[in-house]
């Protein structure tokens, strides 16, 4: 195999970068190319996404590439799920997209079940409950009467937001769709019944896609400000945990996956959804994947709470570094209270800390005093909530879980991948860290022709990237 190389943005809620992916020899190579924080920009009791710099970032990625005159085959974008951006006829965008932690959601679902109940929806669409999935952010917007939500002429998806302003093209990519909560989750297509309610149609969306399709190339304004030529802009697996679980190194189908990150997404590859009484008792969520994969999985709340607490510390001049924050966890082991990551007072609280006290109140449970304390509270309660979840994975799963994968920047933390694999009784199997932005590179390849299947893939990861096994203790 040549040298060929693909320039890869991954867009997280935190943090966003570009990485250049280098295939040579069999292998992947993956260098970071710029790194640019992604802020959430509080501004008149709202919660926005500042999209033009996210644009701008992504541009100057690009020039530095070009200006060390390496040649790209192909761009990829993948994001967090459900957010989005509205257009006006003209292709204008009518205003910075607001955050799914926006709380003007808050009561979206219950008010949404009134004109539709919650068990049709679920019918439908087979995705988790969230009150920020799209299509509640929609009503809302619909409800209040917003302004932009009337001027909208096309809505696109974080990732073929920022594809449509390097290429002109509009276009919905499957996976991130699917997020929304508005697709019929067995024709794989956008829900006439449920946009209904929404006052939409397809027509306000983007040419429908699936992930290694090209979406467009470079326009020439972007090809002038970059110094790049007409790159094609491959619409990868948009969603970032679509692009994550399609580098999952695994040998075989009898595993589960946990993208640890901000948010902890666990799941299994289904090669059709899963649509019961029992997965929507247990709000079970199906999302698109690759080669018509669905990703029957379940989000947790992951490392957002650590993440939080952190910068309430370093406003208070304390900052801890990771081995720093592993001691510390081992140091509190005996402190057990367990606290649930995904309770509704987790979700954006103006104290992290404050709101796991008074959770602790609340459930008559010792609350933590020292910041040790809250560093083992959370590590320990989302082994016990990773537990939780794979057991009702077993459930569903036409085969044994034999394994746990997992992937993303939690895959580094070895004390909870050993607490994970003490608690759920299975080898856990860490990496890679980059799976996302290695999942983005890999359907590129695929959309050119250089990587035949999702296989190939996956074998070409595991020759890439080492990994770490973890087996349960006891």
């Known amino acids: 195999m040549k040298t060929t190389n ?86 204008e965008i009518l205003g910075n997209p607001y955050s799914y932690r926006d709380l003007h959601t808050i009561d979206a679902m219950d008010r949404f079940f009134e004109i539709m109940p919650r068990e049709e ?161 247990h709000n079970f969520t199906n999302e698109g994947g690759v080669e018509g994969y669905i990703r029957f999985l379940k989000n947790i709340c992951g490392m957002w709470l650590l993440e939080q607490c952190r910068k309430e510390w370093e406003d208070e001049g304390v900052c801890y570094s990771y081995p720093a924050i592993v001691e510390m966890s081992n140091a509190a082991s005996d402190f057990t209270t367990i606290i649930n990551p995904d309770d509704v007072s987790f979700v954006n609280p103006p104290s992290m800390t404050q709101a796991i006290v008074e959770y602790c109140g609340k459930t008559r449970q010792p609350a933590p005093k020292t910041h040790a304390e809250f560093i083992h509270c959370i590590f320990h309660s989302l082994a016990v909530r990773y537990r939780e979840v794979l057991d009702s994975l077993q459930q569903f799963a036409p085969f044994k879980i034999e394994k746990l994968h997992v992937i993303g920047g939690g895959s580094q933390n070895k004390l909870i991948n050993q607490m994970t694999a003490d608690k759920v009784g299975i080898p856990v199997v860490a990496g890679p860290c980059e799976a996302t932005a290695i999942g983005n590179i890999m359907i590129q390849a695929k959309g050119l022709g250089i990587i035949n299947s999702l296989a190939e893939m996956r074998s070409i990861i595991k020759k890439s990237i080492e990994t770490e096994i973890f087996y349960p203790k006891g």
Not at 35 to 57: K, M, T
Not at 151 to 161: E, G, R, S, V
Request: proline share 2%.
């Open 6 to 91: 693909f320039f890869a943005v991954d867009l997280g809620a935190t943090s966003g970068r570009t990485i250049l992916g280098t295939f040579r020899n069999g292998v992947i190579e993956m260098r970071e190319i710029n790194r640019f924080p992604n802020r959430i920009v509080e501004a008149n009791g709202h919660c926005y996404w500042d999209f033009l710099y996210l644009y701008q970032s992504i541009i100057e990625g690009l020039k530095i590439v070009a200006a060390e005159n390496i040649e790209i085959k192909s761009i990829g974008i993948d994001t967090w799920g459900v957010d989005f951006v509205c257009f006006d006829r003209n292709g």
């Open 121 to 281: 929806v679920y019918k439908i669409t087979g995705i988790q409950f969230m009150n920020f999935n799209s299509l509640f952010q929609l009503f809302t917007m619909k409800q209040n009467n917003s302004a932009v939500f009337a001027a909208a002429d096309k809505i696109l998806f974080m990732p073929d937001a920022l594809s449509y302003m390097l290429t002109g093209e509009m276009v919905t990519e499957y996976s991130i769709a699917s997020t929304s909560q508005m697709l019929n989750a067995n024709e794989r297509c956008f829900s006439p019944e449920l946009l209904q309610k929404l006052g939409l149609t397809d027509k306000h969306f983007g040419k429908f896609v699936f992930p290694g399709e090209i979406a467009g190339r470079l326009t020439k304004s972007v090809q002038k400000q970059t110094g790049l030529g007409e790159i094609p802009v491959i619409a990868v697996a948009g969603h970032d945990t679509a692009s994550a679980v399609a580098a999952v190194p695994a040998e075989n189908e009898n595993f589960a996956y946990l993208s640890s990150g901000t948010w902890s997404l666990m799941g299994i590859e289904s090669k059709s959804s899963i649509i019961n009484n029992k997965s929507y008792e």
